[in-house]
């Protein structure tokens, strides 16, 4: 016997608002399921003599929305295999926000049933008609209950269904707040379309969680932002300003530069992010960060214009890579502290290269360190690769020593020597900071940021005493700078 499952909408209103060939379906249905009760038109059906079975029960029994709709879907498929005929009919349109639908349409070959969706209105033609909107303007119908910040598009009309409680506008309220401002009008509507139950009330983002007729049938909507600044929070939108400004129509400036004119740049503005890190200054690592991400996305606008390739083929490699390098997490590899999650990835590196038809063993244990870096963080890298293979030294006390050879070398060294022995000088101190296990880098920009604090109590005393550099001397400025290094 062949199994089927008819799948009708109730629609959005009363029984007078069904289509005959819907009521037919479900008045003349052998056996007849609700997912739910709490709908318009079940008194109606019941006034009919209609005879029904719901799963109200099953929402009060499963702790998530998820687990409710699983077990109806088993338990319409078990039904039908057992009678060879159900009729199962959803508030709306049954292929407008009906997860149970989804899941039927995915699951019911499977068992060697037929599904027969027979339709019915949904929601959203008296919506639009309530509010006058026009839906080719574009819209978004998103899910409630997996409401996500990156589903959210401030330029469409947007529609959230199934807000079926507080707690569930609460969390709506919490999502929208990442894109609108807290005062931002919302929309709730209740039984879109039902004569007499209808309630429509506009109020702040920030009231949406405490309007009094959340329920089965209530929905919010969102209209499109007209406030620029709303704007500005979408990556978007920041795409098409960078467009924009290397248009013929937009700024000479920008229109000129091309990758090499604008490489300084991209160092510069690398350097003034980690100041602010150095300084501790998150409001000035935002600005910081968003300089250096203008500089990635000018190189990205001029590689589209000459077509090799955009800011989003940037974010896939990215995207892609990243999901790639970390099996411990997006695979099946296991990785129980850093050491093995920095293997898993130096693994897949190693995979990356043979694909590219690199061979490691053709390769200089040296490669693969930008030649970019400042030289100081160049040899820490250079001398970290060399150490990994057995090239390095025995233990710390043979690194002092190679710098105490290196400083009499430079000392002994002709003018024309100079340059070359103070580099072996700098490069032994450089293998020292790697023994201790500190990064050059960071122990220099330590170094700089004393010497600027100290260096700024001699001029405070100038000030002080109404004088300049001129007018004191070395003794009295090595007075003061070993007064400054008492100050906290």
Same mark, same amino acid.
């Given at each position: 016997?062949?199994?089927?499952?008819?799948?009708?909408?109730?629609?959005?209103?009363?029984?007078?608002?069904?289509?005959?060939?819907?009521?037919?379906?479900?008045?003349?249905?052998?056996? $007849?399921?609700?997912?739910?009760?709490?709908?318009?038109?079940?008194?109606?059906?019941?006034?009919?003599?209609?005879?029904?079975?719901?799963?109200?029960? #099953?929402?009060?029994?499963?702790?998530?929305?998820?687990?409710?709709?699983?077990?109806?879907?088993?338990?319409?498929?078990?039904?039908?295999?057992?009678?060879?005929?159900? %009729?199962?009919?959803?508030?709306?349109?049954?292929?407008?926000?009906?997860?149970?639908? !989804?899941?039927?349409?995915?699951?019911?070959?499977?068992?060697?049933?037929?599904?027969? %969706?027979?339709?019915?209105?949904?929601?959203?033609?008296?919506?639009?008609?309530? $509010?006058?909107?026009?839906?080719?303007?574009?819209?978004?119908?998103?899910?409630?209950?997996? #409401?996500?910040?990156?589903?959210?598009?401030?330029?469409?009309?947007?529609?959230?269904?199934?807000?079926?409680? !507080?707690?569930?506008?609460?969390?709506?309220?919490?999502?929208?707040?990442?894109?609108?401002?807290?005062?931002?009008? %919302?929309?709730?509507?209740?039984?879109?379309?039902?004569?007499? *139950?209808?309630?429509?009330?506009?109020?702040?983002?920030?009231? $949406?969680?405490?309007?009094?007729?959340?329920?089965?049938?209530?929905?919010?909507?969102?209209?499109?932002?007209?406030?620029?600044?709303?704007?500005?929070? !979408?990556?978007?939108?920041?795409?098409?300003?960078?467009?924009?400004?290397?248009?013929?129509?937009?700024?000479?400036?920008?229109?000129?530069?091309?990758?090499?004119?604008?490489?300084?740049?991209?160092?510069?503005?690398?350097?003034? /992010?980690?100041?602010?890190?150095?300084?501790?200054?998150?409001?000035?690592?935002?600005?910081? #960060?968003?300089?250096?991400?203008?500089?990635?996305?000018?190189?990205?606008?001029?590689?589209?214009?000459?077509?090799?390739?955009?800011?989003?083929?940037?974010?896939?490699?990215?995207?892609?890579?990243?999901?790639?390098?970390?099996?411990?997490?997006?695979?099946?590899?296991?990785?129980?502290?850093?050491?093995?999650?920095?293997?898993?990835?130096?693994?897949?590196?190693?995979?990356?290269?043979?694909?590219?038809?690199?061979?490691?063993?053709?390769?200089?244990? $040296?490669?693969?360190?930008?030649?970019?870096?400042?030289?100081?963080?160049?040899?820490?890298?250079?001398?970290?690769?060399? *150490?990994?293979?057995?090239?390095?030294?025995?233990?710390?006390?043979?690194?002092?020593?190679?710098?105490?050879?290196?400083?009499?070398?430079?000392?002994?060294?002709?003018?024309?020597?100079?340059?070359?022995?103070?580099?072996?000088?700098?490069?032994?101190? /450089?293998?020292?900071?790697?023994?201790?296990?500190?990064?050059?880098?960071?122990?220099?920009?330590?170094?700089?940021?004393?010497?600027?604090?100290?260096?700024?109590?001699?001029?405070?005393?100038?000030?002080?005493?109404?004088?300049?550099?001129?007018?004191?001397?070395?003794?009295?400025?090595?007075?003061?700078?070993?007064?400054?290094?008492?100050?906290?």
């Amino acid at each position: 016997m062949n199994s089927i499952i008819r799948i009708a909408g109730l629609g959005a209103g009363t029984l007078d608002q069904l289509p005959l060939g819907i009521y037919k379906v479900i008045s003349q249905a052998p056996l $007849l399921f609700l997912r739910t009760a709490e709908h318009p038109v079940v008194d109606q059906l019941r006034k009919e003599g209609i005879a029904f079975q719901s799963f109200d029960r #099953l929402y009060e029994q499963a702790d998530t929305f998820a687990e409710v709709y699983e077990r109806i879907v088993d338990k319409l498929i078990e039904a039908a295999r057992e009678t060879g005929e159900i %009729v199962y009919a959803v508030p709306g349109h049954p292929l407008v926000a009906e997860q149970t639908v !989804q899941l039927l349409l995915e699951q019911g070959p499977r068992h060697g049933i037929q599904l027969d %969706v027979v339709g019915g209105q949904s929601f959203l033609d008296p919506l639009f008609a309530r $509010l006058g909107i026009d839906p080719i303007d574009g819209f978004a119908l998103l899910d409630a209950t997996s #409401l996500r910040t990156d589903q959210l598009n401030p330029g469409l009309h947007t529609v959230i269904a199934q807000v079926y409680d !507080q707690f569930t506008a609460s969390d709506v309220k919490l999502t929208l707040m990442d894109v609108y401002p807290d005062e931002y009008p %919302v929309t709730v509507v209740t039984a879109v379309g039902v004569a007499g *139950a209808e309630r429509i009330e506009t109020v702040p983002l920030y009231e $949406l969680d405490r309007v009094g007729h959340l329920g089965n049938l209530t929905l919010v909507y969102v209209a499109p932002a007209a406030d620029e600044t709303i704007r500005y929070r !979408q990556f978007s939108y920041l795409k098409e300003i960078v467009s924009i400004l290397r248009s013929p129509e937009g700024c000479p400036w920008d229109r000129e530069q091309t990758h090499r004119s604008i490489r300084k740049n991209l160092i510069e503005e690398t350097y003034e /992010v980690l100041e602010t890190i150095d300084d501790d200054d998150p409001d000035a690592m935002c600005e910081e #960060l968003g300089d250096l991400l203008m500089q990635i996305m000018l190189h990205a606008q001029i590689a589209a214009e000459d077509g090799y390739f955009t800011v989003d083929d940037v974010i896939a490699g990215l995207n892609e890579k990243l999901i790639r390098r970390h099996p411990h997490v997006f695979g099946n590899k296991q990785a129980e502290d850093a050491e093995q999650a920095f293997a898993n990835w130096q693994e897949m590196k190693a995979a990356e290269k043979a694909a590219k038809g690199i061979n490691p063993d053709e390769e200089s244990k $040296l490669a693969g360190i930008p030649r970019g870096l400042p030289a100081l963080l160049y040899a820490y890298k250079l001398q970290k690769k060399a *150490a990994s293979v057995g090239f390095d030294w025995d233990n710390i006390d043979d690194v002092y020593r190679k710098i105490d050879e290196e400083y009499r070398e430079l000392r002994q060294a002709a003018p024309e020597e100079q340059a070359g022995e103070l580099g072996d000088l700098l490069f032994a101190v /450089v293998n020292l900071a790697r023994f201790l296990r500190i990064d050059p880098e960071e122990a220099l920009a330590l170094t700089n940021r004393k010497f600027i604090k100290r260096f700024g109590y001699i001029e405070q005393k100038l000030r002080e005493t109404n004088r300049t550099f001129a007018e004191t001397d070395l003794e009295e400025m090595d007075k003061w700078w070993e007064e400054a290094k008492q100050v906290p």
